[in-house]
């Protein structure tokens, strides 16, 4: 029997803009999928194409038990972390040697399987190695971690990332003029964060930026708003969507002192708040 976790994510800048080539910047967050798998002559029928694809990919067979702290469908890449502790179990339990390369790079070809092509590498990877990577012309690198104190507020609204880009797409094809600067500032943001990230103010001030830009792009929700809106008031350096927008979650960068602040603000405009910071350690035996 064999026991692997791995970490969620969140897009601290640059999420649909990495879609056209764009830099972003992912980070992998605490709440963590915990898997076991254990090798079984029959095993009973498993329920998650993920897990599915991932016995069909490496070739075995065997049992499984999920235990999630991650909530699903809300763009924090619990699909992903299902993906890669899975494959980390599997590659333990029956010893097929894989590197953390190979990790990474089954678990995206099990998510674009049952996405149906659109699912992004960078859920995959960041689940695998953890930490703070940046999106740079389609390849992803891993960054030397920072301590932010992050607090993720859930509008509880559902939304497809599919359809969110799929929408974005169209604007843009329509409307070049208009959307392609939009997607050079959301380039400008992200490429200035880096240089701040040890200036949490202006970093929030860039989240901020960001927020706005995305609802240019038109994937803004008013639960969004709202939680955006309360987090500022609640006392955070800056507060952004995160992921495809439509629903799913914000983030809020925060000062360590006002952290619970923060959240007990989320929770009072009818979000669900979880307080976290980076995951360094990426996929891990558990
Ligand atoms: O909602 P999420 O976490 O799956 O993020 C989607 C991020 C996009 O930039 C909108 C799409 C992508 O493939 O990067």
Redesign the pocket.
């Given at each position: 029997m064999a026991t692997w976790s791995a970490p969620g994510?969140v897009?601290l800048f640059g999420?649909?803009a990495?879609?056209y080539g764009k830099p972003?910047i992912a980070m992998a967050i605490k709440p963590r999928v915990s898997v076991t798998v254990r090798k079984v002559r029959n095993p009973s029928k498993i329920n998650s194409p993920y897990i599915e694809n991932c016995f069909e990919l490496t070739g075995v067979t065997g049992s499984v038990y999920i235990h999630s702290q991650l909530p699903s469908s809300s763009?924090?890449?619990s699909s992903a972390a299902v993906t890669v502790a899975t494959l980390s179990a599997i590659n333990d339990e029956f010893n097929l040697s894989l590197e953390k390369k190979d990790i990474a790079d089954i678990a995206y070809q099990v998510e674009k399987k049952v996405q149906r092509g659109r699912a992004?590498p960078?859920?995959t990877f960041v689940s695998t190695y953890g930490g703070l990577i940046l999106i740079k012309d389609n390849k992803r690198r891993i960054l030397p971690p920072e301590n932010f104190n992050i607090v993720i507020g859930n509008t509880l609204v559902s939304h497809k990332?599919s359809e969110?880009?799929e929408m974005v797409g169209e604007f843009r094809r329509t409307n070049p003029l208009v959307v392609d600067p939009i997607l050079n500032a959301i380039e400008a943001v992200t490429i200035r964060s880096m240089h701040n990230f040890n200036n949490l103010k202006v970093l929030g001030r860039y989240m901020d930026v960001n927020h706005s830009l995305l609802e240019a792009l038109g994937v803004g929700h008013p639960a969004l708003t709202r939680l955006v809106n309360a987090a500022r008031s609640g006392g955070a350096y800056g507060a952004k969507m995160?992921?495809?927008g439509g629903g799913?979650c914000m983030i809020a960068l925060c000062p360590k002192r006002s952290k619970s602040r923060v959240a007990a603000a989320i929770e009072a405009a009818d979000g669900k708040a979880i307080i976290t910071t980076i995951d360094t350690e990426g996929a891990r035996r558990e």
């Open positions: 994510k897009f999420e649909h990495v879609v972003g763009g924090l890449g992004s960078t859920d990332t969110l880009v995160t992921g495809a799913g």
